[in-house]
């Protein structure tokens, strides 16, 4: 009713585009944390997974997705030393938006090194155009991913984990709570987080937060006793 001319129809033939999906209510490039420490130390391979969106029809086939690397000031990752390069015939069958679909999950394969273990490489990759797709919006294009043997903070030990159960991040502290919670078989790795803390945006279950929080107190107050009874400092 408000226009006073017919709109062009949309035609898919070179204008399908792809995207990046992010997480819910977040917009741009998001970190992500890849570190072996949780790993058996024999691992020396893991895959960190993106999904991608389709703009445009969808259509009966297979089509390929493509990436190029985009280069960092220091510590970039190496293809074929830090991670499988995205032209290696090992991803081949993996990098595609299968048919009849506008979603797909693709893995990024990381590589352990004996220099991971003090040193954190960055590898910054974005969606390149190819036969199929040419990319989608702007702020939708570029991930970034650290990869490293050390420990990092999770991207998700932000204000509110610190205000509703961790408090403020240390390497320590955090090596401390990895410790006590494997002892009952929990692994506190970035989806720990993630799974505590819920959407963003939205509040996470107080009862959870407070049940983790009490653990890790109590879990503290226990070790300081041992320690005091050895003569350690807390």
Known sequence: WACEKDMEVYNEEGNDRLNFYYTYLTWGDTLINST????????????????????????????????????????????????????????????????????????????????????????????????????????????????????????????????????????EKYRFMIDVAAEIGVILDDTWFEEIMGEPGTTPDMGLTSYWKNFFQTALIEENEARAERGEAP
Do not use: C
């Open 36 to 171: 072996f420490v949780f790993l058996p130390q024999e691992q020396t391979r893991d895959t960190v997974w993106f999904e991608l969106e389709t703009v445009g029809y969808v259509v009966d086939y297979p089509r390929a997705i493509s990436f190029e690397q985009i280069p960092v000031d220091t510590n970039s990752a190496v293809a074929g030393k830090h991670y499988v390069a995205f032209d290696d015939s090992e991803l081949k069958e993996a990098y595609v938006v299968p048919a009849n679909s506008s979603r797909a999950r693709v893995p990024l394969i990381v590589l352990k090194t004996g220099e991971m273990d003090s040193v954190e490489f960055t590898l910054r990759l974005k969606i390149k155009e190819n036969e199929y797709f040419k990319p989608g919006f702007t702020d939708y294009q570029v991930r970034t991913v650290k990869i490293s043997n050390i420990l990092t903070q999770p991207s998700r030990w932000d204000f509110y984990a610190e205000y509703y159960f961790a408090g403020e991040y240390s390497p």
